[in-house]
């Protein structure tokens, strides 16, 4: 099956946020997924770019200031909190992966300035 939708689910009262139709078979695409609690309003708490271009996201409920402390396992590309988990990604993931903790001076959604987005999908792209 061929999922096209990329979601964000918070963990916090089961709210998910997702795009679809952007994924497509055997194309590659950079996905960033950018939290910050300080801002207000759904789409600048969080912001699901593809490509470095930041997208329309659907919300189920309201983006909160702040998300569950991480605890536990974490997998890339798996459905499950588990080191065995049932459903897992099924494709290629790479060939970079990164984490910030802070957002850019003057951002006013997400972490990073659409600059820094563009410039980080296109670093090291899959050709």
Excluded: W
């Excluded at 099956?1 to 055997?26: E, H, K, P, R, W």
């Excluded at 912001?47 to 189920?60: D, L, M």
């Excluded at 536990?72 to 590309?77: A, D, S, T, V, Y």
């Excluded at 290629?92 to 951002?107: E, L, Q, R």
Aim: glycine letters at 14%; proline letters at 5%; a negative charge.
């Amino acid at each position: 099956q061929n999922d096209t939708t990329v979601n964000f689910i918070t963990g916090i009262s089961g709210i998910t946020c997702g795009v679809a139709g952007v994924l497509a078979l055997n194309t590659p695409v950079c996905v960033g997924f950018e939290f910050n609690g300080s801002l207000t309003g759904d789409a600048n708490r969080l912001v699901i770019s593809i490509n470095g271009v930041a997208q329309t996201v659907g919300f189920s409920g309201s983006v909160p200031a702040t998300v569950s402390a991480a605890t536990g396992n974490m997998m890339i590309g798996g459905f499950q909190n588990t080191d065995t988990p049932g459903q897992v990604f099924d494709g290629k993931i790479g060939p970079n992966v990164y984490a910030f903790n802070a957002a850019m001076a003057g951002v006013t959604s997400g972490l990073l300035t659409p600059a820094a987005r563009l410039a980080l999908a296109n670093f090291e792209r899959p050709t």
